[in-house]
C-alpha cells in the first residue's frame, strides 16, 4: 500500500468538474494527452491485477490515440490473447480512475483485489508500447511507476503499431506450448508475416505499384521496417511508403490516414495523387485500412472496410468450397449499421453468407465473429480481421486433398490464417491479404471496385447537450430515447427511396452521429439532414 501510495502522488489525476467521470470507453481512456498522466498510472494498477486473476499470464498496455489530433492520446489494455479487455473489467478500469485521493485509490485497489479473489503476492507480467505520440514518452514512465509499485514483471516494446502489441501479448503467452503464435518480438512479428505471404502468394505476381499513405504515424516506420523481409521482385512488390514523417509530432493525421479518406471521402492531397495508382492509406496507430484511386474519368474511387471485408470473404469462400469444406466449416461475416446496404446485400445474396450485426467498437465484432469458424468482420472505417477457429486451422492441416487444386486451396487457407493478424484488426496484415487476394484473382482495383455498387451516404457529427439521454437497441440501428426521436426518424426516412438512417451517441467522442443512405448523392444528405434536426 504504501509503494502505491508514493507513486500515486507523484501521478495526480485531474479532477473533472462535478458530476464527470473518466470512463473506458471503445478505444479506453482517449483525450488530450496532458490529462493522462495520473489515468495511466491507475491502467498499470489494473493491468496487474488483471495479470495476476489470469494465472500470471501477460497483459498488453497500449498507449495510442490512432487517428485523432497529435496533441491527444490515450491508454488501452489488452487481454492474454491479444483481444480487448475484457468488458466487465472496464468499470473496474472505471472505478480506479475515477478515485478521488490516493487513499481512496489504495482502498478500491485492495477491495478489487479482495472481490475478485486475486492474490496479489502471485507473479504479474505487462508488456507494453505506444506509437509515436511525443507525449507517449512520458506517459509509460508512469505505467512503468505503477508496474514498479505492484512488484510486476514489466516489458517496453517501445515504439509499435497498435497490433503488433496484441500480436506481442498472444506471442508471450503462447510460446513454447502448442498453440505458438510467433516469436514474442517485432522482429518476429515481421518475419511471421513475410513468411505467411510468401506461402498465400503461391509463385503469383503483384499486379502493379502500390502507394502506402502512413497518416505519418508509426506504420511508416514499421512497414518500412517490414518490406526488408520480402523479396520485392519475386512478387512484383513495388510499394512507394509516403507520409511516413515522424520527427514532426504536429501532422500527425493531418490532412492524410486513412480515417481523413474515409470521412472526407477523397485522397490526400500530399503527396498530389497520381491518376490511376494503386493506394492506400493506414491511420495513425495503423490498425485501420482504406484502398483507393484516383479515376482520370471517374475521380476519387474509394474500397472501404466493406470492400475489404466482402473481397476476403468471397475468396474464403470459394477458396472453401474447393478445400472440400463447405459442410463442414461455418463463415460469417460480421459489420455494424455503418456498413453500407450495398455490401450487405453482396455479402447475402450473391456470396450466400449470413451477416450479423452489432454495435459499433471493434471488441463486439470480434467477439461475434469468434463464433464462426470463419469469422470475417469489419467496420467500415476499415478497421477489422479474420478469425479462423481451432477447427478451421485443423481442417486445413488434416484434409487429404484428392487434386491438385484441392491441396493449393487447403494450403493457401493455412497461409492466410498466419498471414492475417487473429489478435485485431492490422493494416499492415490486412494490405498484405488485399495483395494476395487481387494477385490471386488477377484483379485490378477498378475490378474489386465493380463487384457492386455503393449506396450513396453521408455521415455527420451533431453536437448534442448531453449524449447521454441517447439511447438505442437492435444493434444502435434505434433509438429507444429521447422519447418519440425514433418515430419521427421513421417519418423521415419513409420519405426517400431505399432509404435507411440512425443517429446513436459517439462511444469516443461527446457528440452524436447520424448516418443515411438513400438512392442519390441529394437524397442521402438531405435525410441525413433532416435526422440531425430531429435529434439537435
Ligand atoms: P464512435 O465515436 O463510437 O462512433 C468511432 C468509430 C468506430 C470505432 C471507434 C473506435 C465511426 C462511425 N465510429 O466510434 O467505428 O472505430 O471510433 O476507434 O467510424
Ligand atoms: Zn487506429
New binding site residues.
Given amino acids: 500500500d504504501q509503494a502505491i501510495l508514493a507513486a500515486s502522488a507523484k501521478h495526480p489525476v485531474v479532477p473533472l468538474e462535478k458530476g464527470r467521470f473518466y470512463t473506458y470507453?471503445?478505444?479506453g481512456f482517449r483525450m488530450k494527452a496532458d490529462l493522462l498522466d495520473g489515468i495511466t498510472f491507475r491502467v498499470g494498477l489494473l493491468a496487474s491485477l488483471r495479470s495476476r486473476k489470469q494465472n500470471s499470464r501477460a497483459i498488453g498496455v497500449m498507449v495510442t490515440a490512432?487517428?485523432n489530433p497529435a496533441a491527444d492520446n490515450g491508454v488501452k489494455i489488452v487481454d492474454p490473447l491479444g483481444d480487448m479487455l475484457e468488458q466487465e473489467w472496464e468499470h473496474y478500469a472505471t472505478a480506479l480512475v475515477n478515485a478521488p485521493s490516493d487513499e481512496k485509490l489504495v482502498e478500491v485497489y485492495n477491495r478489487l483485489a479482495v472481490d475478485l479473489k486475486i492474490d496479489l503476492k502471485a507473479p504479474a507480467k505487462v508488456v507494453y508500447g505506444r506509437d509515436t505520440r511525443p507525449s507517449g514518452h512520458t506517459l509509460v514512465a508512469a505505467l512503468a511507476d505503477a508496474l514498479d509499485a505492484t512488484n510486476t514483471e514489466a516489458v517496453d516494446f517501445k515504439i509499435l503499431t497498435t497490433p503488433q502489441l496484441h500480436y506481442l501479448v498472444r506471442a508471450t503467452n503462447s510460446e513454447g506450448t502448442p498453440l505458438a503464435y510467433g516469436t514474442p518480438s517485432e522482429t518476429g512479428y515481421y518475419e511471421k508475416l513475410a513468411e505467411a505471404f510468401g506461402r498465400a502468394m503461391r509463385g503469383r505476381k503483384i499486379n502493379g505499384p502500390l502507394v502506402v499513405d502512413c497518416a505519418n504515424g508509426v506504420g511508416g516506420p514499421k512497414l518500412q521496417e517490414f518490406l526488408k523481409y520480402i523479396p520485392k521482385e519475386k512478387y512484383n512488390l513495388d510499394v512507394t511508403v509516403v507520409n511516413d514523417d515522424v520527427l514532426r509530432p504536429e501532422i500527425l493525421n493531418l490532412e492524410c490516414g486513412a480515417?481523413f479518406v474515409?470521412?472526407r471521402q477523397r485522397a490526400p492531397p500530399n503527396p498530389k495523387p497520381q491518376p490511376g495508382v494503386r493506394s492506400c492509406s493506414l491511420d495513425g496507430d495503423a490498425d485501420?485500412l482504406i484502398y483507393y484511386w484516383v479515376d482520370p474519368d471517374s475521380g476519387f474511387v474509394m474500397l472501404d472496410g466493406d470492400r475489404i471485408s466482402s473481397l476476403a470473404a468471397s475468396f474464403i469462400g470459394d477458396l472453401v468450397e474447393t478445400a472440400g469444406l463447405r459442410d463442414e466449416l461455418r463463415i460469417g461475416v460480421v459489420q455494424?449499421a455503418?456498413a453500407n446496404g450495398a455490401s450487405t446485400t453482396y455479402i447475402t445474396q450473391h456470396l450466400k453468407l449470413p451477416v450479423i450485426c452489432t454495435p459499433?467498437?471493434?471488441k463486439h465484432l470480434h467477439h461475434v465473429a469468434q463464433g464462426y469458424d470463419i469469422g470475417v468482420y469489419f467496420?467500415?472505417?476499415g478497421?477489422g480481421t479474420v478469425l479462423f477457429s481451432p477447427d478451421a486451422l485443423q481442417a486445413f492441416r488434416k484434409t487429404q486433398p484428392q487434386s491438385p487444386a484441392q491441396k493449393e486451396a487447403l494450403d493457401t487457407l493455412a497461409a492466410l490464417a498466419d498471414l492475417i493478424n487473429q489478435t485485431v484488426g492490422d493494416a499492415i496484415s490486412d494490405m498484405l491479404m488485399v495483395e494476395v487476394i487481387l494477385a490471386h484473382k488477377k484483379w485490378t482495383l477498378r475490378d474489386w471496385a465493380m463487384t457492386y455498387t455503393d449506396l450513396p451516404n453521408r455521415?455527420v457529427r451533431v453536437e448534442v447537450g448531453n449524449k447521454d439521454l441517447f439511447e438505442t437497441t437492435d444493434a444502435e440501428r434505434r433509438l429507444l430515447r429521447p422519447e418519440g426521436a425514433q418515430e419521427e426518424i421513421d417519418q423521415a426516412v419513409k420519405k426517400y427511396k431505399d432509404a435507411r438512417a440512425f443517429a446513436?451517441?459517439?462511444?469516443?467522442?461527446n457528440?452524436c452521429?447520424v448516418?443515411a443512405e438513400a438512392a442519390t448523392r441529394s437524397e442521402a444528405n438531405e435525410l441525413a439532414e433532416r435526422v440531425a434536426r430531429i435529434i439537435e
Fill in positions: 470507453g471503445t478505444a490512432s487517428h480515417d474515409k470521412t485501420r455494424t455503418y459499433t467498437g471493434v467496420e467500415a472505417n478497421h455521415l446513436r451517441a459517439s462511444g469516443t467522442e457528440a452521429r448516418y
